[in-house]
């Protein structure tokens, strides 16, 4: 569901993007239809329950979950030539998880260290592979065939993925959708009119900004987001 995040993006920027193209959309709606109804039946309401517990508990889940990311992240940063950044990623990943009990302390970013978000996807964006067209994913959301192939590269990259114990493994990607979408609650009330064509456009979008790493796309409510859309 984190695919999501992105809408807010759409309303305020106007990236120079490649075409969407949707040859699948007859398909893409009808998955999309049902991923609508599993959520609104199910992830939702648990969500809403989620969201009644105190900030400092999902504050500390939100920053468990983003240091987990962090090994993804920083491998990504070296693929696409940017071992300063790398460094930085790792730094926090080892700071966070020792000083940061875990990571449910950013202690990384109070001592300056940004976080970045890198995954496959973009690292063979940046190689100048094409995005292909786009496809919608039962239980995952949007996506395009150059995201989709790079998923399998991704998992393997991520810290969950090498947990012995399936079931530790599952409940931690449970909780991950569940903090997710706890903080697209707000968001909802962004979408209008033909959602489905709504919520491609702005994860193209906001798949774009992120491949650029924002380079050269200003935007105040971009800065003003931030913490919202990357965290």
């Given at each position: 569901?984190k695919y999501l995040l992105?809408v807010?993006?759409?309303?305020?920027?106007?990236?120079?993007?490649?075409e969407?193209?949707?040859?699948?959309e007859?398909?893409n709606?009808a998955?999309?239809?049902?991923?609508?109804?599993?959520?609104s039946?199910?992830?939702?309401?648990?969500?809403q329950?989620y969201?009644k517990?105190?900030?400092?508990v999902?504050?500390g889940v939100?920053n468990?979950f983003n240091?987990?990311e962090?090994v993804d992240t920083?491998?990504?940063q070296l693929l696409?030539?940017?071992p300063?950044?790398?460094?930085?990623d790792?730094?926090r990943?080892?700071?966070?998880?020792?000083i940061?009990?875990?990571?449910f302390?950013?202690?990384?970013?109070k001592?300056g260290?940004?976080?970045?978000?890198?995954d496959f996807g973009?690292t063979?964006a940046v190689?100048?592979?094409?995005?292909?067209?786009y496809?919608?994913l039962?239980f995952?959301?949007?996506s395009?065939?150059?995201d989709?192939?790079s998923?399998?590269?991704?998992?393997?990259?991520?810290v969950?993925?090498?947990?012995?114990?399936?079931?530790?493994?599952?409940?931690l990607?449970s909780?991950?959708?569940?903090?997710?979408?706890?903080?697209?609650?707000?968001?909802e009330?962004?979408?209008?009119?033909?959602?489905?064509a709504f919520v491609?456009?702005?994860?193209?979008?906001?798949m774009?900004?992120?491949?650029?790493?924002?380079?050269?796309?200003?935007?105040?409510?971009?800065d003003d987001m931030?913490?919202?859309?990357?965290?």
């Amino acid at each position: 569901m984190k695919y999501l995040l992105s809408v807010a993006v759409l309303l305020s920027i106007s990236i120079a993007s490649e075409e969407v193209k949707d040859p699948f959309e007859n398909i893409n709606r009808a998955t999309f239809e049902f991923n609508e109804k599993l959520d609104s039946s199910f992830l939702k309401p648990v969500a809403q329950t989620y969201s009644k517990f105190p900030p400092r508990v999902k504050n500390g889940v939100t920053n468990f979950f983003n240091n987990l990311e962090e090994v993804d992240t920083f491998i990504n940063q070296l693929l696409q030539g940017k071992p300063k950044e790398s460094i930085n990623d790792f730094s926090r990943f080892i700071i966070n998880t020792t000083i940061g009990l875990g990571g449910f302390i950013d202690v990384a970013s109070k001592l300056g260290l940004e976080r970045h978000e890198e995954d496959f996807g973009q690292t063979l964006a940046v190689w100048g592979v094409g995005q292909g067209p786009y496809i919608m994913l039962p239980f995952l959301g949007p996506s395009t065939l150059r995201d989709t192939l790079s998923k399998p590269v991704s998992s393997f990259l991520s810290v969950t993925f090498h947990m012995t114990e399936s079931d530790v493994n599952i409940a931690l990607k449970s909780i991950d959708a569940l903090e997710t979408r706890e903080r697209l609650l707000d968001v909802e009330s962004l979408l209008s009119g033909d959602k489905y064509a709504f919520v491609k456009d702005a994860y193209i979008q906001s798949m774009i900004y992120e491949i650029k790493d924002g380079i050269d796309v200003e935007d105040e409510f971009i800065d003003d987001m931030d913490d919202f859309l990357i965290d």
